[in-house]
């Protein structure tokens, strides 16, 4: 399997805060929801500000 799709399968929230909190000192998890600024005919469903 290309290395691309084994990120792509092993993607996640908590990867990518993970990947974030080691490389970058100063980052902060929280979590926001967006559910209010996304149209009802966005091509994407309920996106989230990790950090």
Known sequence: MPTV???IDSISNQNI???FEN???S???EKE???NLVK???PFSDP???G
Request: proline fraction near 5%; charged fraction near 25%; charge should be positive.
């Open 17 to 19: 805060s993970l990947f």
């Open 48 to 50: 989230v500000k990790i």
């Open 27 to 29: 980052f902060k998890p």
């Open 33 to 35: 929801v967006f559910t």
């Open 23 to 25: 490389k970058i000192t």
């Open 40 to 42: 009802q005919d966005a």
């Open 5 to 7: 799709n084994k990120i």
